[in-house]
């Protein structure tokens, strides 16, 4: 596995487990529709919770946000549409992105809620 591949996948696994300490539950870990895949879906709160992880090594801090590009967003809503009907869930969606940066055997952890909308694409 390439190195930004495991690096990514050490990030997804912190983001994890700080879903889980915050009181989210996970439902799905990198599931995938075609060629577009969700790296965490949970609920919280009868939320269902879309979460895009990126993660870093160094201390340029890129915004998130911005690192999330609209062909990027839109692929995560296709997704999350295809999720959505094959559990039929009925339950209002939130796209959250979560920036892991690990730096001198340092984690930060920053939870972007409410990152992006649907219906602002």
Partial sequence: ???HNILGKKGEELAKQ???????KI????WRHKKNE???IANKNNLLVVVEVKTRTNDYFENPK???????QKNI???TE?????YDINLETRFDIIA???LNNKKEIEHIKDAFQPSLL
């Avoid at 439902?27 to 990198?30: A, C, E, G, K, T």
């Avoid at 911005?66 to 990027?72: L, M």
């Fill in 38 to 40: 969700i790296d965490i």
């Fill in 66 to 72: 911005e690192a999330v590009t609209k062909k990027k």
């Fill in 18 to 24: 700080y879903l889980v300490e915050k009181g989210y």
């Fill in 100 to 102: 892991v940066t690990l």
């Fill in 27 to 30: 439902r799905h870990l990198n």
């Fill in 77 to 79: 809503i296709n997704a």
């Fill in 82 to 86: 295809a999720y959505i009907n094959e």
């Fill in 1 to 3: 596995m390439a190195d």
